[in-house]
């Protein structure tokens, strides 16, 4: 289970940042004062245009930032405190980290697993599984820089679950697929789902959240401004669809900025 109690994150801005977001302020607050909870056998969704705060909600949990303010913990385990055991429970994944160009999926996945305490008949027991599910066997030997950026993402998604984590951390897991490869991806976070595991995802594909997730957390500017099943949140905003529930949420919040 994932618990984030009040979570506040302010970065520091350089000269050139407070120049590109046209801001005198050298202070940014990329997330305010957020809580949510993500449970065992669900697929929690963080909802919410570029720049919202996702990415920096994820990076918290899996342990790569520090909390400002507040506190989150991991199946127990606090993220600033305890942080080797909770990097020992996730499985953390964002198109940002990269795979080794010059190695093979199946050179990588040893080296991880290996990493996680494995030994070699269990890495090889989880790389057979894996890689079949995901089509990789065929290219298991080639380097990652020679596979199309559909197979890289199967290979990097395979590597960060090598040892069977009991939490899964992925930031937009279908951006920039195509439509074959994102079904396979979202297929295998239902089948982690069904297996008691805990998902928690970030996306601003609205449909992928409607047909994925069991509940929803939308964050606009850092704030988490609703959270609920997708039929609670469209009875909430009177909305048909999760694509009207979202802009009305956004007027309604600009307004609040107002």
Do not use: W
């Not at 930032?65 to 080797?84: A, C, F, H, N």
């Not at 609205?206 to 957390?217: H, S, W, Y």
């Not at 909430?236 to 009207?244: H, I, N, Q």
């Amino acid at each position: 289970m994932i618990q984030i109690n009040d979570l506040t994150k302010v970065y520091k801005l350089t000269k050139k940042q407070m120049t590109e977001q046209k801001t005198k302020k050298n202070m940014m607050k990329a997330v305010d004062k957020l809580s949510l909870r993500a449970k065992p056998g669900e697929i929690y969704g963080l909802l919410g245009p570029n720049g919202a705060g996702k990415t920096t909600v994820l990076r918290c949990i899996a342990t790569l930032l520090k909390p400002t303010q507040g506190d989150i913990t991991v199946k127990g385990y606090d993220t600033v405190k305890d942080s080797e055991n909770v990097r020992k429970t996730i499985g953390f994944l964002t198109n940002e980290i990269k795979l080794d160009p010059q190695f093979s999926p199946r050179y990588m996945f040893g080296f991880f697993g290996r990493l996680h305490g494995l030994n070699e008949e269990a890495i090889d027991k989880r790389r057979e599984e894996l890689f079949d599910y995901f089509g990789i066997k065929d290219f298991e030997d080639k380097k990652i820089d020679e596979l199309s950026s559909g197979m890289k993402q199967k290979a990097s998604l395979a590597v960060s679950l090598v040892h069977n984590p009991e939490v899964i951390i992925f930031d937009e897991p279908t951006n920039g697929l195509d439509i074959i490869t994102a079904r396979n991806v979202t297929d295998y976070l239902k089948l982690l789902r069904n297996e008691g595991k805990t998902v928690i995802i970030s996306t601003h594909i609205m449909t992928e959240a409607e047909k994925l997730c069991d509940r929803i957390g939308i964050i606009i500017n850092g704030i988490l401004v609703t959270e609920g099943s997708l039929a609670e949140i469209l009875e909430k905003t009177d909305s048909k669809d999760l694509e009207d529930a979202f802009f009305e949420l956004f007027k309604i919040y600009n307004k609040e900025e107002e």
